[in-house]
């Protein structure tokens, strides 16, 4: 038995479902006859890096150790002197399995712990899979200084076309080395999508050209599976971690922030001599912590902050830009802020997984637009906001406005904007990382019916690791729907 995820880094579900019904992904048309093509939603912050932790780890990323693409490190427990930030966009991508909770298997450790029936340890193969803890040099496509060099040039000169080399060239190795060493789990990622989105928008004809090397590479690894009589034997998914919606305007939070008069921290110019006010940690570029008074080595709590900072935070909802605020009241308590007088709510959770864990309390409106939820678990908090603007957000604002990394303010952009108007190498027409449907959807391609319906990204690894009959452990966020 073996499983191999395939990501669409950045499809839209909807995008997917036209260019199936167009008869231009024929091999990934003939998954979805055969097992299904469901939609479930992935992580918040919906972006590349965190929203990876679901798919290896069974887990939401916050609690983990990622709580975005970037993050500053109030206790300096990782990212120390001179800045401590992190910035998973170049070189620091490196951190990212130091900086996981070492608590929380990846699905490579779980495989490398087990052996086949010869007794042989069970292998991985990988292809940019940011997440790569458990598994060794030779289980990865795309490692080494040759093609670090080709990616680095490919991204800082924006060339969207040469992004789609590189995920023919990866497609094209995981394909040569599924079939010459057979890993029992083949994660594989192709960014194609995702660039072209930003690029020209989520429907522009060059995403459907990168959506076509995903078809190529699926059909390539069918016909090898069914060549070596393998196929039955086979599960093939295809799936994306986060949507795009279409950008009109760029607001630049980090100077608008200092135009207020607070001295601020914000990449990629993280290294200040003067002591700071408020450090700002865009993702995807539709969302961003704010850290405020962080010389603070523990997290204050916005109950602690409130008297200094709420007029920043009333600045912030006057702005266009900014559709919810969310502040953390504490590791189980959230108090969430909508934009245009749509009023204050609070959302509540138990680390007991044994009970209702959920409650979302609006207090003077209704940001969410989902009405009172009392005490509900994962799966009926997110049937409550599934068809909703914001499909699962009591679950994903829980899980992430508790995390010890993430920001005293967390904001998710309006729709139309995102927060980073400068240094993007590829001006973006399109954008993702924050709580609306369009991000937070993301297709799933099955190559057979599943047991029982897919809810969320955190699903595939439980799943995986059934579908391989090996052990699922403990304290997962995810459910097995093999």
């Not at 193969?125 to 080709?150: M, T, W």
């Not at 993280?270 to 961003?288: K, P, W």
Request: proline fraction near 7%; charge should be neutral; hydrophobic fraction near 40%.
């Amino acid at each position: 038995m073996s499983v191999i995820i395939l990501v669409a880094d950045g499809a839209r579900p909807d995008t997917m479902a036209r260019a199936l019904d167009d008869g231009a992904l024929p091999a990934l048309a003939r998954l979805r006859d055969e097992g299904g093509l469901y939609t479930v939603t992935s992580t918040f912050p919906s972006v590349t890096g965190p929203a990876y932790a679901p798919f290896v780890m069974g887990r939401f990323p916050g609690p983990i150790g990622l709580p975005g693409l970037r993050w500053y490190d109030r206790a300096r427990t990782r990212a120390t002197f001179p800045d401590a930030t992190r910035s998973y966009v170049g070189a620091e991508m490196r951190r990212v399995d130091g900086d996981l909770s070492p608590d929380a298997p990846t699905i490579f450790e779980l495989v490398a712990a087990n052996r086949d029936a010869g007794g042989t340890p069970l292998r991985s193969l990988a292809a940019l899979n940011v997440i790569g803890r458990g598994l060794g040099r030779g289980d990865v496509v795309g490692r080494g200084a040759s093609f670090a060099l080709r990616a680095a040039r490919t991204h800082f000169r924006g060339d969207v076309r040469g992004w789609l080399a590189i995920d023919r060239d990866v497609g094209a190795e995981v394909v040569r080395r599924v079939r010459e060493t057979k890993p029992a789990v083949t994660f594989a990622a192709l960014t194609g999508v995702d660039k072209t989105s930003h690029a020209s928008g989520h429907d522009a004809p060059v995403v459907r050209d990168a959506l076509r090397i995903v078809d190529e590479t699926a059909a390539r690894l069918r016909a090898d599976a069914e060549r070596a009589g393998v196929w039955e034997e086979t599960h093939l998914w295809v799936v994306s971690d986060h949507g795009h919606s279409p950008v009109t305007w760029h607001e630049d939070l980090a100077a608008l922030i200092a135009s207020w008069g607070h001295r601020v921290l914000a990449h990629p110019w993280v290294y200040r001599l003067r002591r700071v006010d408020v450090a700002v940690m865009v993702s995807g570029n539709a969302m961003a912590h704010l850290y405020l008074e962080p010389w603070r080595r523990e997290r204050p709590w916005w109950p602690a902050l409130a008297d200094a900072h709420d007029e920043l935070v009333a600045q912030l909802l006057d702005r266009e830009s900014v559709d919810l605020v969310l502040l953390p009241h504490s590791a189980t308590r959230c108090e969430v802020r909508g934009n245009r007088g749509r009023g204050r709510a609070m959302i509540e959770w138990s680390p007991d997984a044994r009970v209702g864990r959920y409650s979302y309390h609006p207090i003077d409106g209704d940001p969410l637009g989902v009405g009172a939820l009392d005490r509900v678990d994962a799966a009926d908090a997110l049937a409550a906001t599934g068809d909703g603007t914001y499909p699962d957000a009591v679950v994903q604002i829980a899980h992430l406005a508790g995390a010890s990394r993430s920001g005293d303010v967390i904001l998710s952009a309006a729709r139309d904007w995102d927060f980073r108007a400068r240094y993007e190498p590829i001006p973006h027409v399109s954008s993702h990382g924050g709580l609306h449907r369009e991000h937070m959807l993301v297709p799933l391609l099955l190559n057979r019916p599943p047991a029982r319906l897919p809810r969320r990204t955190t699903d595939l690894m439980p799943s995986a690791l059934h579908a391989l009959g090996l052990p699922v452990p403990p304290g997962l966020d995810g459910e097995s729907f093999v």
